[in-house]
């Protein structure tokens, strides 16, 4: 059942990426991101109300690290993601998603001090020189020009704003449980992302309602936010952090047969190129790198799982 769980998860986050570029004429960006949480939180908040209330000690203790990680999640990695599948492919979008852990490696070495070996460096390079590909489409003259493609580089920075909020993660004070702590980011996103739907709005950028963008904003709530947080949880609970992990790279595959059944979108060269080199990057730098420390100190592992 767990595997079951952590597949849906991912599968629900792949249908995030290709819902946002389905509605994109329709639905502004920041407007599409306040809806999404907005109607979220109207579901969840009667159970987590009670939890902030019990909880308001430790969150007032502790506001300007939740502040900061409620910016980093809820607010920047999704607002930066539906900017940038405005003008890129859900497939770009979905790929350069599987970077996340060789960004987090780097961050965590550079910032935390942690020993990386010299094959996980090796893979970093590999990864990011697959991130490079999408983002140039394949094309070096845009690697000469540094004419990128505007959409991708929004989801760069949303990738690099999921980087820093799960290294900061760690920062997370524990008496907080993980629903209070859910719900607290998305009170936070909601409130933070108000003023910049109402500006969008002000600016002449309005949402089309039907039936299909209405139906895809009730999916992003309920679907890639909320189940995805139960059955992430469930997952991680039954098979520990590090098997879980691994379950975030089927997240391009997904993308990618996803893009092509409901968006009609081309798979070409490059994307295939990038593919490979992201994923051969994962392997040296995450994969390898368990490898090592697991026969380096197989009992402390055993005992953390």
Not at 23 to 34: A, G, K, V, W, Y
Not at 96 to 109: D, G, K, V, Y
Request: charged letters at 10%; glycine letters at 8%; hydrophobic letters at 55%.
């Amino acid at each position: 059942m767990p595997y079951f769980f952590l597949t849906m998860t991912v599968l629900f986050w792949a249908g995030n990426f290709v819902t946002a570029r389905g509605i994109h004429d329709d639905f502004p960006p920041l407007t599409m991101s306040f809806m999404r949480w907005g109607l979220a939180l109207l579901i969840i908040l009667p159970f987590v109300l009670p939890r902030i209330r019990r909880k308001w000690p430790v969150i007032r203790a502790n506001l300007p690290i939740l502040l900061l990680l409620s910016l980093l999640s809820v607010v920047c990695f999704n607002s930066f993601i539906y900017l940038g599948v405005q003008t890129t492919q859900a497939t770009n979008a979905t790929l350069m998603q599987s970077a996340i852990p060789i960004i987090i490696l780097l961050m965590t070495s550079v910032f935390l001090g942690e020993t990386v070996m010299r094959r996980q460096w090796l893979g970093v390079f590999i990864s990011l020189a697959g991130v490079i590909m999408l983002v140039a489409q394949g094309d070096l003259q845009t690697l000469l020009t540094f004419t990128f493609n505007k959409g991708d580089l929004w989801i760069l920075a949303g990738v690099l704003s999921w980087a820093a909020y799960s290294v900061m993660l760690r920062l997370k004070p524990t008496e907080l449980d993980g629903f209070t702590f859910f719900g607290l980011t998305v009170i936070v996103g909601v409130i933070v992302l108000f003023p910049f739907m109402l500006w969008e709005f002000l600016l002449g950028a309005r949402p089309v309602w039907n039936v299909q963008t209405v139906s895809v904003i009730v999916y992003m709530a309920i679907c890639p936010s909320i189940l995805s947080y139960i059955f992430w949880n469930r997952g991680v609970a039954e098979l520990g952090a590090a098997k879980a992990g691994l379950f975030i790279h089927l997240l391009p595959p997904f993308g990618l047969i996803l893009s092509v059944i409901f968006l009609n979108e081309a798979v070409e060269a490059f994307h295939f190129i990038g593919f490979g080199l992201i994923f051969s990057g994962i392997y040296l730098a995450i994969i390898t790198g368990r490898q090592h420390n697991e026969k380096k100190s197989p009992a402390s592992l055993n005992a953390a799982e």
